[in-house]
């Protein structure tokens, strides 16, 4: 099974894919989580897409699709959680292209929805460790101890782009990009709307009643 997280920034896509990760046995592929340890290893890909996610813009569609499509030649068999890709129509049709030469194909895609002002408002709480990817924040999910990870003990840090001006450049990034993928998924009548506003245990309750359904496959 494969299964496409859609949503603007800090709607919870990363949560709940790691949910899905945790207890259905996913495999949580995130480009952004890619991308970010690439970057903090100081990898030359690293170098090349670094001034991207520093402005909340979008890396070009053939870095992305080379590097997700690495990715999935060695692990199209397994279920699989996409969390930011796609987030062009070009890389949703590559995506297709690829599955379809594999035989297989996306079964579902969830557009978790939030208002600007609770993704300002989240975003902006938002800490992350870099080391083993947990996600936390200050309002409704802090640390055990202030400033370290529950699970590694290293140092959050706030991510570069969760400063306000960079996450209203990256909701535009969004309406403008992403947006229309949402109709593209709507066509093949594979998109579900779940309202992220009312928090993480009911978006992961309603995904999974939707795909629990699906029988054999899953
Ligand atoms: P969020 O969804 O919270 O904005 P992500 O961690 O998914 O954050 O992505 C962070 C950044 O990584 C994006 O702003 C963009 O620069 C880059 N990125 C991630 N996935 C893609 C993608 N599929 N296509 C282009 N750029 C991407
Ligand atoms: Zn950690």
């Known amino acids: 099974m494969k299964i496409i997280l859609f949503g603007p920034p800090g709607s919870g896509k990363g949560t709940q894919a790691e949910l899905l990760k945790e207890k259905e046995g996913f495999y949580h ?3 952004g989580d890619f991308f970010r340890q690439e970057i903090a290893k100081q990898t030359s890909l690293g170098e090349k897409v670094r001034y991207y996610l520093e402005k909340g813009l979008l890396i070009p569609d053939e870095v992305v699709i080379e590097i997700v499509e ?5 692990n199209y068999d397994k279920k699989i959680v996409f969390d930011g ?3 062009t129509i070009s890389q949703a049709v590559s995506l297709d292209q690829f599955l379809l030469q594999k035989n297989k194909k996306i079964n ?16 902006t709480a938002r800490r992350i460790c870099e080391n083993c ?3 936390y924040n200050l309002n409704f999910k802090r640390p055990k101890i202030e400033n370290f990870c529950d699970f590694c003990n290293n140092k959050l840090i706030q991510r570069e782009d969760d400063k306000e001006e960079i996450i209203r450049e990256r909701i535009a990034v969004y309406y403008k990009n992403t947006l229309p993928l949402i109709e ?4 093949r009548n594979s998109l579900y709307r779940i ?5 993480r245990d009911y978006v992961h309750f309603e995904i999974m009643k939707i795909i629990k359904n699906y029988g054999d496959l899953y």
């Open 195 to 199: 309202n992220g506003d009312l928090g």
């Open 29 to 31: 592929f995130s480009t």
């Open 133 to 135: 990817g947990a996600i």
């Open 184 to 187: 593209y998924y709507e066509k």
């Open 108 to 123: 579902f895609c969830f557009l978790i929805e939030l208002s600007e002002e609770e993704i300002i408002k989240r975003l």
């Open 70 to 74: 690495n990715f999935l030649e060695r």
């Open 85 to 87: 890709y796609p987030r």
